[in-house]
């Protein structure tokens, strides 16, 4: 089993920066993929940024430029560096860990605010 444990979310002004962390525990043996997804009420959950076990990064067009996944596999934590924050970016943020095809591992989420 993995755990995966979210911090970095909160309130912040448009133009702004958080950076989100997720720590990672478990056995991790069988993760390809990780990555950051986020929901705000009344939208389909969205994934923002992944990351593969060779270090290739995707995002979509909605973050690209102004998102950035990384991992630091010694202290085993997942990063999402978010600049230029924009109201629309207001949502609850996930880490998650893919096996194969599946996102078998979640976790409990941190919100982000960004106030205009």
């Known amino acids: 089993q993995v755990q995966l444990v979210e911090s970095g979310g909160g309130l912040v002004q448009a133009r702004g920066s958080l950076r989100l962390s997720c720590g990672v525990s478990?056995?991790?043996?069988?993760?390809?993929?990780m990555g950051w997804y986020r929901q705000a009420p009344g939208k389909e959950r969205e994934l923002v940024a992944a990351?593969?076990?060779?270090?290739?990064?995707s995002y979509p067009v909605s973050v690209k430029g102004r998102f950035t996944i990384s991992r630091n596999n010694a202290k085993n934590t997942l990063y999402l560096q978010m600049n230029s924050l924009k109201p629309e970016d207001t949502a609850m943020y996930y880490c998650?860990?893919?096996?194969?095809?599946?996102?078998?591992?979640w976790g409990q989420g941190t919100q982000v605010t960004v106030s205009s």
């Open positions: 990351i593969t076990s060779g270090g290739s990064t």
């Open positions: 998650a860990a893919k096996r194969l095809t599946l996102w078998d591992y």
């Open positions: 478990g056995s991790i043996f069988s993760i390809n993929t």
